[in-house]
């Protein structure tokens, strides 16, 4: 199927997304979601034929540099509901989808564009990266999960600091404070980088990848004695799986296992 605002490839299980409106820096509109949307419902349905998730930007001065303005600029409140929600939605299929999701992130990365990245697994970005959550410049709240996912990246009083002020992170800085998980020199360094990662990660058992991605969002805004019990009973579910039985053989065997997704 083709789209009208994303390029999709797929090589070896791994699906490239990446959000093709170079020409107004790759701004999310409601188009740019609802396809975004459609993808990643997709992925969740097809029993792992998808091992993995490369979101990025066309070209080299964004990833996503953020929320269409002029769009924006003409919603009543009730349309605004309705487009943070269809935001809110992608984000958190980004982040619910069971296969790994790695942001490419390239130039710009500002509004909902930072959001977008911190609702996959990691971030990986080149040396021109720019984060930022700036809609207070504009009387705005972030809309789809910044206020929500930030704090969890880098502290609550650290994210409060950057939301209120409206200020751009550098890579140094985003690099420091845990945004961002590695640093490339160029584009192509870092995809080539991230199709290994997720060539790495598709060699295990793509069920395993799944509940582990789960109980680790699960245990997110658990206390410590919750999250070792989501933990537990995670534990305690692999073990009627076939995956689970074909990797302790294997290991035993001193063979390479064949893992089904079952």
Do not use: H, W
């Not at 188009?31 to 990025?56: P, Y």
């Not at 487009?83 to 299929?93: C, E, I, P, T, Y």
């Not at 990986?124 to 705005?140: C, I, R």
């Not at 985003?174 to 945004?179: H, P, Q, V, W």
């Amino acid at each position: 199927m083709s789209y009208e605002t994303l390029k999709l490839e797929r090589n070896n299980g791994i699906l490239e997304i990446t959000v093709n409106r170079p020409d107004k820096l790759n701004a999310l509109n409601a188009t740019v979601l609802s396809e975004l949307k459609k993808v990643l419902e997709e992925v969740k349905a097809d029993g792992f034929e998808t091992k993995g998730i490369i979101l990025t930007g066309e070209g080299d001065k964004a990833f996503i540099a953020g929320a269409d303005i002029k769009g924006m600029s003409e919603m009543t409140p009730d349309q605004a509901e309705s487009f943070g929600a269809l935001g809110q939605d992608v984000s958190r299929l980004f982040e619910t989808v069971p296969v790994p999701v790695i942001a490419c992130v390239n130039g710009f990365a500002l509004g909902g564009g930072c959001e977008m990245a911190m609702s996959c697994d990691f971030i990986y970005a080149t040396s021109n990266a720019l984060f930022g959550q700036p809609e207070v410049n504009l009387a705005l709240i972030p809309g789809f999960g910044g206020t929500q996912r930030l704090r969890r990246y880098v502290g609550v009083a650290r994210s409060k600091e950057i939301i209120y002020t409206g200020r751009n992170i550098k890579i140094d800085e985003a690099e420091k404070i845990g945004l961002v998980t590695r640093v490339f020199n160029s584009k192509d360094e870092m995809m080539s980088a991230a199709r290994e990662t997720l060539g790495v990660v598709a060699s295990k058992s793509p069920l395993i990848i799944a509940k582990c991605k789960e109980v680790i969002n699960a245990g997110e805004s658990a206390d410590i004695d919750q999250g070792l019990s989501i933990e537990k009973s995670g534990f305690k579910s692999v073990f009627s799986t076939q995956d689970t039985k074909e990797g302790l053989a294997a290991f035993l065997e001193k063979r390479k296992p064949n893992f089904t997704g079952k």
